[in-house]
């Protein structure tokens, strides 16, 4: 196996998922395995999802329906996003539960449904302010009866997404009343959901049919007792000593104060680790160094990233001398400001989901149960 690879703790995964429904009040799960399972890979993460009991799953494309359903995944798949006309066949064949938030596509579905002899079940998405996709609320009657017409689908589901439920109790309580308004015209015999991560952290008494929650499954939200899942771990392929003056990598944008240990560890921004991140970054050692005091056993010792992140390695700086078979962790399961995608994300200015959607396809992912290895992708 390539000696940098994504190791995925499906324990905490369970806790995650746990923490998230005691919250909704024991209501069912969508898990939402969208971008790979934000990064952790869906297949195996959406097999777990279901072993636990989740209701079904929930991803933003048909390529990744398809990946699933190639992989037997036989569980309810709702397709989130506003259903383009395109897409209405693919979607009938992978039996994907799509959204739908235009009249257009719908008719479109329709009309690929009964050319199949068949009734495709849908959700219907409302915008209750966010802004991006659904009806509007105020066309819910309008909807309802333009739906009747539509021998070819059969609406299951109904729901709206939060925009701010993380920020704004205001607007998400608006939010809510709204989806209340549809809830009141179309009647209690549907599938309602509405909740996110941060709107089932938050809003606990929403209580609707089910929670659809994504990033706390990867436990990415810090402060809310969500516990990351998974550590990005690499063995160093060069340990060697530089004399002082040295630069180090493109542009020369480190250079060694003394005589320094470094080691070069195989990733780079091709498997998702930001280039930002040059000489702010540290990687956490574990393992034993040799030092000054003879050999020391670390647990975690910090390590600076030092110079450029190339394509496919980094350089690192370490205390003394260790041996190629030496872990380091590149990302840890915390919320680290310097090593863990959270703190990744706090360093480049955006949210912890983009660095956890980057890693990369290429890296191996090694999953566990039990601490035991319960299953592993090749990258
Ligand atoms: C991504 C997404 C979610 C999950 O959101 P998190 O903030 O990751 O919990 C839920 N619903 C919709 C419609 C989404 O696009």
């Avoid at 998230?20 to 952790?40: C, D, E, F, M, T």
Wanted: hydrophobic content about 45%; aromatic content about 6%.
């Amino acid at each position: 196996m390539r000696p940098a690879w994504l190791e995925v703790n499906l324990d905490l995964l369970a806790d995650n998922l746990n923490l998230l429904r005691s919250k909704a009040g024991g209501v069912p799960a969508i898990g939402v395995i969208k971008a790979n399972a934000y990064g952790h890979g869906a297949v195996e993460v959406g097999r777990e999802l279901l072993r636990l009991g989740v209701w079904g799953l929930a991803v933003a494309t048909v390529g990744e329906g398809r990946e699933l359903r190639k992989a037997g995944l036989e569980a309810p798949i709702l397709l989130m996003g506003s259903l383009h006309p395109d897409q209405a066949g693919e979607v009938i064949e992978l039996g994907l539960i799509p959204t739908i938030s235009t009249l257009e596509s719908a008719r479109a579905l329709d009309v690929r449904a009964r050319a199949r002899g068949r009734t495709v079940e849908v959700h219907l998405e409302f915008d209750t302010g966010m802004g991006r996709t659904g009806f509007p609320v105020e066309d819910a009657n309008a909807v309802k009866e333009g739906f009747a017409q539509l021998a070819g689908l059969e609406v299951t589901g109904i729901y709206s997404h939060f925009a701010d439920a993380e920020g704004n109790t205001l607007w998400t309580e608006e939010q809510i009343a709204n989806l209340a308004k549809v809830q009141a015209g179309f009647g209690p015999d549907y599938f309602y959901h509405l909740c996110n991560t941060a709107g089932t952290m938050n809003f606990p008494r929403v209580g609707l049919a089910a929670v659809r929650p994504g990033i706390g499954l990867y436990g990415l939200l810090p402060g809310l007792g969500l516990k990351p899942i998974a550590r990005l771990l690499a063995k160093p392929t060069l340990v060697k000593q530089l004399p002082a003056g040295h630069k180090i990598g493109y542009g020369g944008l480190y250079t060694t104060q003394s005589k320094e240990w470094i080691a070069t560890l195989p990733v780079g921004y091709a498997d998702g680790m930001p280039r930002l991140l040059y000489n702010r970054a540290t990687v956490k050692l574990l393992g034993t160094v040799e030092t000054r005091l003879g050999e020391v056993e670390t647990m975690g010792l910090e390590c600076p990233v030092v110079g450029r992140i190339s394509m496919d390695q980094i350089t690192v700086k370490l205390p003394g001398p260790v041996g190629l078979d030496t872990v380091f962790e590149v990302t840890t399961a915390d919320f680290d400001p310097t090593s863990s995608l959270w703190g990744w994300a706090e360093l480049t200015g955006t949210v912890s989901y983009e660095p956890a959607v980057r890693l990369a396809a290429r890296l191996p992912r090694v999953y566990l149960r039990g601490g035991v290895e319960v299953a592993r992708v090749e990258g």
